[in-house]
């Protein structure tokens, strides 16, 4: 596990945004695994930047997204679909064939899952899995006490999750109280994983999911034990260590 200490947020997204680049640039038909959530927005600002400058081609590269929330049509401005379209798909020249993220439309679970196992497996696995960390340790929607050995899941979300989430809808009764997810089977068995962690509010986490010890109580530990983990994290995230 490697950790690099960036000095404030736009300094953790411009070196996030270089290990993806170089790996972009490395092999230009490379299968990027990509998060949602605040903390990657300036890590796909960076790239766009640098796309904009014609120093990045996205022409064949594919996308598999972590997760979506079931129930949420694409053009939905709260759905991950739109969110990645927002900044990053629109932006950039990807042929949007290529980004795949789970049906959060399709009703049947089991067959969202499988369908989304396919996809992974036939555009050949995840050459670089970006995560964020969650502050109880959660990458996707994997929360806490979930089996390590989950491929795609349907994930009944938490409390504390969907009163995360209520400051983006309308009312309490309009957050997806479901979402479809990678599991951490698939997410560690991609070739390379990005970690990128920003705020005070992560230290505890930080310190925990990779200092701490492998539990499935804290999800994020599991990638302690990944060969290839990159950790990009700025001084505040990084205080406690």
């Keep these: ?8 947020y736009n300094d953790m997204s411009r070196k996030a945004a270089n290990i993806i ?31 904009k400058k014609g120093d990045l081609d996205f022409s064949e590269v594919t996308t598999v997204n972590l997760d979506e929330y079931k129930g949420l049509t694409r053009d939905n401005e ?4 739109y969110f990645m379209k927002e900044n990053l798909f629109s932006k950039v020249n990807i042929n949007l064939e290529r980004t795949f993220l789970p049906d959060g439309m399709e009703p049947d679970s089991d067959k969202a899952c499988e369908d989304y ?3 992974i497996a036939h555009v050949g ?9 969650g502050h109880n340790g959660h ?12 491929e795609t899941h349907c994930v009944n979300l938490t409390e504390s999750t969907m009163k995360a989430n209520q400051r983006f809808f309308p009312t309490m009764d309009d957050v997806p109280k479901q979402a479809y997810t990678m599991g951490i089977k698939t997410i560690m068995q991609a070739k390379r994983i990005l970690v990128v962690v920003s705020g005070e509010d992560k230290a505890a986490i930080v310190k925990e999911a990779f200092f ?3 539990t499935p109580k804290v999800q994020a530990s599991v990638l ?18």
């Design 1 to 8: 596990m490697k950790i690099i200490r960036a000095k404030d």
């Design 21 to 51: 680049s170089a790996q972009v640039i490395m092999k230009p038909n490379c299968v990027l695994g990509l998060a949602t959530g605040s903390t990657p927005i300036g890590t796909y600002a960076q790239l766009v930047e640098w796309y």
């Design 78 to 81: 709260q759905s991950y679909y």
């Design 117 to 119: 196992n396919r996809v």
């Design 125 to 133: 696995g995840v050459d670089l899995q970006l995560l964020g960390l």
């Design 139 to 150: 990458i996707g929607f994997n929360e806490p006490g979930m089996a390590f050995e989950a």
């Design 212 to 214: 701490g010890p492998i």
């Design 224 to 241: 302690q034990l990944h060969n290839d983990v990159t950790i990009v994290a700025d001084a505040a995230a990084l205080s406690l260590i």
